[in-house]
């Protein structure tokens, strides 16, 4: 069984930075793929990273480098160091695990942590 937790959303200026954090059980860096997703109100939901368990990652293009997905496996979380952050990456995000295919080809997974709420201000 797997639980994710999610934890560091909050509401940031434009141009400022956030670590999302999304403690794990049961292993998952080892067995699972691990990514983000974000969905804000009325849009779709979108990968914004994602990481196997192999170490190969993935992240969306609306990205150009300002996300970096990382993962503690001592301490099985992972993160998400977000930069230089604009107002249209507000959402919720969410923390997830799951097959490779369901969360790059997807936009699913099996786990899901609760969400965290990003705020970007202008």
């Known amino acids: 069984q797997v639980q994710l937790v999610e934890s560091g959303g909050g509401l940031v200026q434009a141009g400022g930075s956030l670590r999302l954090s999304c403690a794990a059980s049961?292993?998952?860096?080892?067995?699972?793929?691990m990514g983000w997703f974000r969905q804000a109100p009325g849009q779709v939901r979108e990968l914004v990273a994602a990481r196997s368990s192999l170490g190969t990652t993935y992240y969306g293009g609306f990205v150009s480098g300002r996300f970096t997905i990382s993962i503690d496996n001592g301490k099985n979380t992972m993160y998400l160091q977000m930069n230089n952050l604009k107002p249209e990456d507000t959402a919720v995000y969410y923390c997830a695990a799951g097959g490779w295919r369901s969360l790059t080809e997807r936009t699913n997974a099996d786990y899901w942590g609760q969400g965290t709420q990003v705020t970007v201000s202008s």
């Open positions: 049961g292993r998952t860096f080892s067995t699972d793929s």
